[in-house]
């Protein structure tokens, strides 16, 4: 088993439960202007917005592109992260113990800094060792693998060891990819494994319990 040095987090879906909201925009404000086909969240969910809507456009149409969507994801995400989102219940104390265990603790997300950043500070999660935006790197994000590769490399240790904790098929595809270990977790909402899933963890209990397992 790995000797694992660092415990990386997914935002959104993971330590706040934002995805319900973005799903519910995607559906009433971008997908319902598509010009041709049906597009689904399983092709935005856990991306980086701004990938996910130039997709959009060339592959459905949208009317204006995909810029004309991005401001009203920028507004949206003010009152989300800012307000509405909560937190998954303990894990202030939870990044506080991995710390005190001398382990490296990360976010790892498509979001923008900015939203990463609001959620840091609104649920006092800082200090965090390395936080990584899908901005920060001039490649693809999720699902590909470099997003993680990326990180391992800011905190020069290997992709394998690190233990990333995903909710979304292309988050966890991402992050088995680069080689990490994959805990599949979403806040609110059981999932399944997938063919990339090594542990599943259907309760924030269930998740600190099984994390500090793979630890010791």
Known sequence: MAQFQAVLFDMDGVLVDSEPFWQQFWRDQVFTH???GDPSLEDVTGRNFRES???LAATHGLPGGAERYVRQFEIA???VYGERVSITPGMPDFF???RDRGINVGIVSSAPSDWIETVIER????PVDVMVSAEHIDLPGKPKPFIYE???ADLTISSSTCLVIEDSVNGVRSAARAGCTVIRFCQGTTVQATDH???VANSPDELQQTILELLS
Do not use: I
């Not at 649920?123 to 800082?126: K, P, T």
């Open 77 to 79: 995400a003010e009152t």
């Open 53 to 55: 809507l130039k997709e």
């Open 123 to 126: 649920f006092d999660l800082a």
């Open 96 to 98: 506080e113990t991995l």
């Open 150 to 152: 990326h990180t391992a």
């Open 197 to 199: 899933t090594d542990y």
């Open 34 to 36: 598509a010009e041709t």
